[in-house]
């Protein structure tokens, strides 16, 4: 769907542990994608790509840069889109550029520091995607933000994301709910408390049950940094990061 989250990769410095992991945790397979301008592999669920997984890039790393997850919104002009991001205040880290015959994409970030990508693919006749709520799918984006509300107003203007419910968290202030275009919500944003430095999207993945799944973080090296917690739905969810410290969740419908 345009203006929504569509692809994720993880930027790691270790993409056979980070392949084990995962496969482990979510249920992923890795496949190389053979491209030969990058090394890059896909994270399945059956047949069907999820995500992607690739080494961190050098000149990131030399910057400072982490293990990461990252999310790619859909756009149908990737220059254009880049352009307007800029004149909104957000920056360009890098592109556009094309991977022939696979992607357009553009490396970004909000006004207040939150990377993601935008992108367009340019392959054809791409499978349908799995349902929603299926075991080793995305299942909620989450954007911890100096202050939601000028946060939401630039994804709002820039992608046309409204807003859906707002859940009052006390002392945390309000989670606000919000949809890019579909029937439910996609994900939810909140001023990020002073324990989180920097503005971050975070990603979830579905999986059958959260106690299991937690179980095999911690077996598989990686931290469980806060939860299990009830949601509402009702589901459970559990944050954690992985054994090269790059930060995901998983969310379930029972525990």
Not at 130 to 147: C, D, K, M, Q, R
Not at 169 to 185: C, D, H, I, N, S
Request: aromatic share 12%.
């Amino acid at each position: 769907m345009p203006d929504s989250f569509f692809w994720y990769d993880v930027m790691t410095t270790d993409i056979k542990a980070a392949a084990k992991f995962y496969g482990e945790v979510v249920g992923w397979t890795a496949q190389s994608a053979g491209t030969p301008q990058m090394e890059y592999s896909v994270f399945n669920v059956g047949t069907r790509g999820v995500a992607g997984l690739m080494p961190l890039p050098e000149e990131y790393a030399k910057m400072g840069g982490r293990p990461a997850w990252m999310g790619y919104i859909l756009v149908d002009d990737v220059d254009a889109m880049a352009a307007l991001i800029q004149a909104e205040g957000g920056k360009l880290h890098r592109g556009p550029f094309t991977v022939p015959g696979v992607i357009r994409m553009a490396v970004v970030s909000d006004p207040q520091g939150a990377g993601f990508l935008i992108a367009k693919p340019l392959v054809e006749d791409a499978p349908p995607p799995l349902a929603p709520g299926a075991p080793g799918t995305i299942g909620w984006h989450e954007l911890y933000a100096v202050h939601w509300q000028s946060a939401f107003a630039f994804y709002e203007k820039l992608f046309g994301w409204t807003k859906s419910d707002a859940i009052n968290m006390g002392p945390m202030g309000t989670y606000q709910l919000f949809k890019t275009g579909g029937e439910y919500a996609a994900g939810g944003m909140m001023t990020k408390p002073a324990a989180i430095p920097v503005p971050y999207w975070g990603y979830y993945f579905n999986v059958d049950a959260l106690d299991a799944a937690s179980a095999r973080v911690t077996a598989g090296g990686g931290k469980i940094l806060n939860g299990p917690m009830e949601v509402p739905g009702p589901m459970w969810v559990v944050n954690c990061m992985d054994p090269q410290g790059a930060v995901f969740s998983l969310v379930a419908p029972k525990r």
